[in-house]
């Protein structure tokens, strides 16, 4: 039988190593490339500006991609499960497919979307393509649990072996017998829509530093494999927060809306390494890769993964609610130049390097401010280009020592940290160029300047630029205890002491798991 197939992207917005999209493809006359905007995924509160354009370039890259291949994208509105069965009838749709998803919203949307589909005798196939394996095949090689520590996924990782190879981007040949209806009304009524006619106020944008979609991602890809020198000699921690231009890869943006394939990714670093001495996980390049899939198994294994209440492995915080020092945190007004540049950093340009993250959010929480994590989890999703459910909850637990990390007592100095990397804070001159003119010996605390340094400089501390928000020596030894409190209230038996956390069966995933077939 010949298909009428719709290839549902979401993430997964490219042609590469796409085994769901090739699965469409399989005996097929009629191809609809959908994307679905819906608004619960795409709303302002979730998405920034700086995403926005990110993922509409990425659109376009990929309609440019499939127009090269005699077919197109089409871009619709709404709930994807008021959408798709709409559709279904509509071009008399015979086949769905689209890649496997484990955020908690979209496993339980595609088993929604799934069963209407099965109900219209829609034949579904999803593919897993956005990890570098299957992760619930590491839960179950892990007696049903997610591993708690890195070294327990790598030994994981290690007897699974390597992950798959990723395959290659349609062909013309692939796509000879395939046809992609479209009428002349395809722009008004399936476009991929600009920001101005999605409302959305472009005044904030800046350059486009980090341009979206499979092109531009796979072009900076080859880019840092011709360093062999640099990809082979990767640490992560030798990198520095506050360099001028990044000293890691920015893959991340790419990957997380999947214009990057993370197995390929891994295959061609594994390229770059063969025959050369090279640093191993955690701090290679590989090893930043596993940190990704570690932190999505954790985050399909252990329910209500973004949250503190209902976490059975995250510390109970009784952190403050303060709306002024979460604004302050938020706009910059910290008064702490190296945490306020980093956040002007974030906001301008959606991107800043881990270790900044660190800071931050180490700032925000248990270190300075007392903030919970989740705060800073919702303005990271919004102002990140790489925001990922996974990730960010994942790293927001870690950072604030609520879970996998527990050396609360260690805390980062605004102060002293960035001086490490950026003596002069030429970073600090970057991004707050109100305190370009400061001597370097006052950049990191401009509080401390006399009034004549700082009339010279042409800002003063109180009137210009705030003073400290807190203070930080005396702040931070409080907080230590209040984390001292909150980890002594942790039951003995709690999972977050012991090694792994059982999962509760059956889950959403055994549920859509008897529905369609993962391979
Ligand atoms: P590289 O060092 O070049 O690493 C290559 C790839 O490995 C990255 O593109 C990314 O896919 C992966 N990776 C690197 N570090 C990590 C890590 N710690 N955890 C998981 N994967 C990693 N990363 C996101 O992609 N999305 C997020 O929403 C996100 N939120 C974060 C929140 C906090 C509080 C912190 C501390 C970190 C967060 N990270 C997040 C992880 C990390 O900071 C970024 O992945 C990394 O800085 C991206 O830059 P890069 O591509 O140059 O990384």
Known sequence: MAHTCIHWFRKGLRLHDNPALMAALKDCKQLYPVFILDPYLHNNACVGINRWRFLIGALKDLDGSLRKLNSRLFVVRGKPEDVLPKLFTKWKVTRLTYEYDTEPYSLQRDSKVTSLAKERGVEVIYKVSHTLYNIERIIEENNGKPPLTYTKLQAIAKTIGPPKRPIPAPTMDDMKDVKTPSSENHEKEYGIPTLEELGLDTAPLGEDLFPGGEQEALRRLDEHM?????????EKPQTSPNSLSPSTTVLSPYVTFGCLSVRTFWWRLTEVYRGNKHSDPPVSLHGQLLWREFFYTASLGIPSFNKMEGNSVCTQVDWDTNPDYLAAWREARTGY???????????????????????VACFLTRGDLWISWEEGQKVFEQLLLDGDWALNAGNWQWLSASTFFHQYFRVYSPVAFGKKTDKNGDYIRKYLPLLKKFPAEYIYEPWKAPRSIQQAAGCIVGKDYPHPIVQHEVISKKNIQRMKLAYAKRSPESPSKSKGVKRKAPSIIEMIKKKAKVK
């Open 226 to 234: 011709k360093r062999t020198k640099w990809v082979c000699s990767f």
């Open 337 to 359: 130049p190296f945490i306020d540049a980093i956040m002007t950093q974030l906001r301008q340009e959606g991107w800043i390097h881990h270790l900044a993250r660190h800071a």
